[in-house]
Structures are given as C-alpha cells and as structure tokens.
C-alpha cells in the first residue's frame, strides 16, 4: 500500500509561487501515474496535473503555463511548481497515486491520497 505525504503549501500574494512535495513510501511494484489535485471550499475536487512514468505531462487550461509537475521515481518524489498564482487556485492540495500507468482525470483511478496541503493566495 502506497503512501502519501504533502509538504510545502502556505500562504502567499497574487502573482506569487509555491512549490508544492509529495513523499510516497510503501511498495510500488510498477510505475504508475501520479498527479495534484485541489479542492476549494464548496466545490468539487479537480485534478491540476498528472504525470506518467515516461514523463508525459498533462494540465488544465486553468493552470497550463503556471504549473509544472516533476518526479522523480528513484527517491519516490513528487512536486508541484506552481507561479503566477491568483486567488482561485486557493485550496487544498492532494498528492495521488494511479492504480493505472496511463493518465486520466478520473478520481477514481486513484487509489492512494495524501491528506493534503493547503494553500492560500490573497489578492
């Protein structure tokens, strides 16, 4: 069993940046797609970027040019470098483990959460 521990979210300005961590332990027998997602308060959760164990990336519109996911699967790590950040992309910050190697937005393909890491941008 995969798991998931965010680290790095805060408080900060518009137009600032943050750099979001993921650590995973536990025993991954095979490469599989790790992606962020967010929930804001009131809305439901939506992913922000996925990542596939070839590196392929893949965002929405609302955060594409902003974010940028990496990992690196040797030492288990994810990040999250988020720039330019408004107001709306405050929320909770989720690290995700697929069941799949393929990346899709599905929630469900998602077996594995973090707990979390909040982050707020004040205007």
């Known amino acids: 069993q995969v798991q998931l521990v965010e680290s790095g979210g805060g408080s900060v300005q518009a137009g600032g940046s943050l750099r979001l961590s993921c650590a995973a332990s536990g025993y991954i027998y095979r490469p599989i797609c790790m992606g962020w997602f967010r929930q804001a308060p009131g809305k439901e959760r939506e992913g922000v970027a996925t990542i596939r164990p070839d590196g392929a990336t893949s965002y929405p519109d609302s955060v594409k040019g902003r974010f940028t996911i990496s990992r690196d699967s040797a030492k288990n790590t994810l990040e999250l470098q988020m720039n330019s950040l408004t107001p709306d992309d405050t929320a909770m910050y989720y690290c995700?483990?697929?069941?799949?190697?393929?990346?899709?937005?599905?929630?469900?393909?998602?077996?594995?959460w973090g707990q979390g890491t909040q982050v707020t941008v004040s205007s």
């Open positions: 995700a483990a697929s069941v799949r190697w393929l990346c899709r937005w599905s929630l469900s393909d998602f077996g594995a």
